[in-house]
């Protein structure tokens, strides 16, 4: 059994997490042990390693946020889930170790038939891309929706939810061999990031207006999307890829009405009731299981080859997602 720890953090995320090996621990009353099917490396995750992410779990710690399992061995007292069954993993347990041991009544059940691969990043990027159609906006079919970083894995997840709703997106990427296989996966318009991007977008949906962007680049991209959005529009912050503060003009803010504001998927957890949490959840399980929502995975690494694994995510200029499996 192994665990991806790290007891430290700093600028190059591979060197400070390694693959440490841990015993098979004894089961308590109502607990289970799960073994890890898949984990994906998010950004967040990255950042996490480096010290730059905006909620940071004390020292030393496990990597991963997210990612699903299946029950290998029932604890005293547990009677579901049964043996085999695929369940969640608690976003924020660290998801990067061969096995897991949970509470089994803090577990969600997931379809057994599902792709665990596609399951296991059911738990950030699906419901930000989501949340950001719906909580700011009230978009109706056949409306427009800018989006940068639109070969991310929030942004892959945007593009298909946009199109199941009947809105149609503007997507913005740094080259363009990204271009094809995004239209690929439904993009309605696909440009490469420019000085002249306004221009651009206005001639390419012929001058519709945009009442909502979304901006995950910050600095100057984000003053690109506001200048390509209609007055009174909305602009919606949830990353910084730059690593630089969002750049927008004092024009687009006083002359053209745009609202700049932002979006973290742990404080709508944190205000969101149960409820609602499930019905998001219960929405983008069902596309998943079905075949109608997912995302591409560039490679799939063992836990022993964390470092490569968190390597590579970290890189950047992939087509897909970096997971990591038992």
């Not at 997106?169 to 000085?195: F, M």
């Not at 910050?218 to 506001?226: E, F, M, Q």
């Not at 690593?243 to 205000?271: E, M, N, V, Y």
């Not at 609602?276 to 997912?294: D, F, N, P």
């Amino acid at each position: 059994m192994l665990k991806a720890e790290y007891r430290a953090r700093g600028p190059v995320p591979q060197d400070v997490i390694e693959a440490v090996p841990f015993e098979k621990p004894t089961l308590g009353e109502g607990e289970v042990l799960i073994e890890l099917l898949a984990a994906p490396i998010n950004p967040s995750d990255v950042l996490t390693l480096t010290g730059d992410y905006g909620m940071l779990p004390p020292l030393p710690a496990i990597g991963g946020n997210e990612g699903v399992g299946k029950i290998i061995e029932q604890g005293p007292g547990v009677e579901s889930p049964a043996l085999g069954q695929t369940v969640l993993l608690p976003v924020g347990c660290g998801t990067w170790r061969t096995h897991l041991v949970m509470q089994a009544d803090q577990l969600i059940q997931l379809p057994n038939e599902a792709d665990p691969q596609q399951l296991s990043m059911v738990a950030i990027n699906p419901p930000t891309a989501s949340l950001l159609l719906s909580e700011f906006v009230e978009l109706q079919p056949g409306d427009w929706v800018i989006q940068n970083a639109a070969n991310s894995g929030v942004g892959s997840y945007l593009i298909q939810l946009a199109k199941l709703r009947g809105f149609k997106t503007v997507n913005i990427v740094r080259r363009e061999s990204l271009i094809a296989p995004l239209q690929d996966e439904g993009a309605d318009v696909v440009l490469v990031d420019g000085d002249d991007l306004a221009k651009r977008v206005k001639n390419a949906i012929s001058g519709a207006p945009i009442r909502l962007g979304i901006d995950a680049v910050g600095d100057t991209a984000t003053g690109r999307i506001a200048d390509s959005l209609a007055d009174e529009a909305t602009l919606v912050n949830y990353g910084m890829m730059s690593g630089k503060p969002c750049r927008i003009s004092p024009a687009s803010l006083i002359f053209h009405g745009i609202t700049l504001t932002g979006f973290w998927l742990a404080k709508w957890f944190d205000k969101a009731s149960p409820e609602q949490q499930m019905a998001v959840y219960g929405e983008l399980t069902k596309l998943i299981a079905a075949g109608k929502l997912q995302a591409p995975i560039d490679s799939v690494f063992s836990i022993k080859d964390i470092k490569e694994a968190v390597a590579l995510a970290a890189e950047g200029g992939r087509n897909g997602k970096v997971l990591v499996k038992a």
